[in-house]
Structures are given as C-alpha cells and as structure tokens.
C-alpha cells in the first residue's frame, strides 16, 4: 500500500528543537515533490515548506522561515522537518504529503497519519 | 499572505446538490491553474478530491466536480450523501512561490 508515515512529535519546551521524520512505502520517493502541512487543534490546514525532487529547491511560509529546515534523504527514503525555536503557536498535527505529478506545489494524493507537536511549558 | 476565503459551513440534503465556493485573489486562485480541494473526516488525513481545479483522483466519486471563474474556485457535490459530512479546504498556489490553503468549510448533510 502506498502510504507515509509520520514520527517525531511530541512535547517541546518553548525555544526548543524537534525534528519530524517521513517515511514513504510502496512508491519511488526520489519522483516527488514532497510538503509538510500542520493544523492546530479544531484549526484549518496551514501549508508549511516543500522541497523538491532533488532537495535543490525549498519554499517555506512566513511563519517558520528562518525557523523550520525541510530536507530530504533520497537514498534512505526519507523526509525531514528541523523545528528550531519553537513557539506555542507551533503546536498543531504535522502531516507530510506528496505531491502530484500533474501539480506537485499545490496538490497532495497521499498524506501520512500525522504527528503531534506540543510546544509548552 | 491570508487564507483563501471559504464560507464557514455548508448543508443540504441527502441527494441534493452544493456548492463550496474559494475566493482568493490574482495572485493565486485567479493566477493559476492549481486549485485542489481536499475533504477532511474528524481524526483523519486530508484527502485530495480535485486537483488542478478540474482533476479528479482516482476512485474520487464523479459526484464530485471543480471549477472556477476569475478569483473564484467552486466544488461541487452532486447526490449528497451521509458520507460526505467533512470538512473542505480549498488550496492554490500563489506568487509568492508557496501554497494557500482556504479556512475550510463544514458540510453538514441534513
């Protein structure tokens, strides 16, 4: 089955890092753009960063840049989200999402379960 | 860069018809041809419905329909059903090189 799977939440003091990993199955991972995409709780989706099939390419909204790293290892199969200075406002589901080939920016046909991150003291 | 503008909640009957509409500006919805709109159970991953505002996924139901005008997405579904009570968020791409997702819309199926 194609899928992803999310891992790497958890609970963050405020200031402090976490980093959230991605691991595709049952498809070629290096052939997609890929996204990360949170909600917080009883909140609409808020588009996060997206990179790329090479990693040469990165887009991040205002409200991590400067903060957040999205990378990706093609040869382990794997994407990651590097969250530095965290804040309260960061605490939401984080889910990581592929992009289509027909619009792989702006359209994601497989999503992964999600992962929490709570950002409190 | 704000939310694409989505009515807050939606409902009509079982076989009924609605209509979501997604405002955005020239700089995204009107600017492109990269709507998708994706619908939400509680608890669960969004799934993607329409893409490239007309595109319809693989096993999506043909009950469910995309288009737009200027500035103005629009999903439709035709023969409501119980199961599609969800949440919907519109999305685009914009100028700014990133991607806007709408406020989302509660469908209630009466």
């Known amino acids: 089955e194609v899928q992803l799977v999310e891992s790497g939440g958890g609970l963050v003091q405020p200031g402090g890092s976490l980093r959230l990993s991605c691991a595709p199955s049952e498809f070629t991972f290096s052939d997609f753009w890929m996204t990360w995409v949170r909600q917080a709780p009883g909140k609409g989706l808020e588009w996060v960063a997206n990179?790329?099939?090479?990693?040469?390419?990165?887009n991040y909204a205002d409200s991590v840049k400067g903060r957040f790293t999205i990378s990706r290892d093609n040869a382990k199969n794997s994407l990651f989200l590097q969250m530095n200075s965290l804040r309260a406002e960061d605490t939401a589901i984080y889910y990581c999402?592929?992009?289509?080939?027909?619009?792989?920016?702006?359209?994601?046909?497989?999503w992964g379960q999600g992962t929490m991150v709570t950002v409190s003291s | 860069q704000s939310a694409l503008t989505q009515p807050p909640s939606a409902s009509g009957s079982p076989g009924q018809s609605i209509t979501i509409s997604c405002t955005g500006t020239s700089s995204d919805v009107g600017g492109y041809h990269s709507v998708s709109w994706f619908q939400q159970h509680p608890g669960k991953a969004p799934k993607l419905m329409i893409s490239e505002v007309t595109k319809r996924p693989s096993g999506v139901p043909d009950r469910f329909s995309g288009s737009k005008s200027g500035n103005t997405a629009s999903l439709t579904v035709s023969g409501l059903q119980a199961e599609d009570e969800a949440d919907y968020y519109c999305s685009s791409f914009s100028s700014s090189n990133n991607v806007i997702f709408g406020g989302g819309t509660k469908l209630t199926v009466l």
């Open positions: 999402a592929r992009g289509t080939v027909g619009a792989p920016r702006s359209a994601f046909d497989i």
């Open positions: 990179i790329n099939l090479s990693g040469g390419e990165k």
